[in-house]
């Protein structure tokens, strides 16, 4: 089945530090990737919509400038979380397809934890 | 304004039991859904989905159930097992696009 790969799986930083996270499609290639984020107990919430060679789109509220979300190749987008404050800590997850009968594949998330 | 609504925070069942969790919808231009199990610290895997021509889709365990009327949606699972334990999202996507609306977790507890 489809694999979706999300590096790293948790990060600490430190406040006003830039990290960067990777999702790769490993056998498929990946038109569009989601990008996530999950606050505790909380729903996961669209953040941006990116397609591959082009700008992402970003849901209302979400810094495109803060989250900087690069979709250079068919198997590859990268969110990079810039000047990270403590609020930005979170479980961020990404998601790519079209593939399979759900039509999109999550990877396994990120826990960043900003200090 | 939550569009999928998931009303219920968290369930108890015991094993062998039936677990059904519930999902409304508002938007009716969504026409597929899914559920989705998540463990902590992982990303969601996918169950089982079904799109707005049916009303039922079965696959082992796993059975959605889709009232169109009522904008409602259920997931069965029989019989529960203690592995079942875990959070179940429902999301909803839009003939317009592929992006999913998510609702906020059901925690399904199945006790052995």
């Known amino acids: 089945g489809a694999v979706v790969s999300q590096h790293p799986s948790w990060v600490i930083c430190k406040s006003g530090t830039s990290v960067k996270i990777e999702c790769r499609s490993l056998d498929f290639q990946a038109t569009t990737m989601f990008w996530y984020r999950q606050f505790p107990k909380q729903s996961l919430m669209l953040m941006a919509t990116s397609n591959e060679g082009s700008k992402a789109t970003y849901e209302q509220g979400v810094e495109k400038d803060k989250f900087l979300i690069n979709h250079a190749s068919l198997t590859l987008s990268t969110l990079t979380v810039t000047s990270a404050h403590p609020e930005d800590s979170s479980f961020y997850i990404c998601s790519a397809g079209p593939t399979g009968e759900s039509g999109y594949t999550f990877g396994s998330g990120t826990r960043l934890t900003v200090v | ?112």
């Open chain 2, 1 to 112: 304004d939550q569009q999928v609504k998931q009303n219920s925070p968290s369930l108890s069942v015991q094993e062998g039991r039936i677990s059904i969790l519930n999902c409304d919808y508002t938007n009716s231009m969504f026409d597929y859904f899914l559920w989705y199990k998540k463990y902590p610290a992982e990303g969601p895997t996918f169950l089982i989905s079904i799109s707005s021509i049916k009303d039922k889709n079965e696959d082992g365990r796993f059975t959605v159930f889709l009232n169109k009327s009522a904008k409602h949606l259920s997931l069965h699972i029989v019989p529960s097992q203690p592995g079942d334990s875990a959070v179940y999202f429902c999301a909803a996507r839009g003939n317009a696009g592929n992006m999913l609306t998510f609702g906020g977790g059901t925690r399904l507890m199945v006790k052995p």
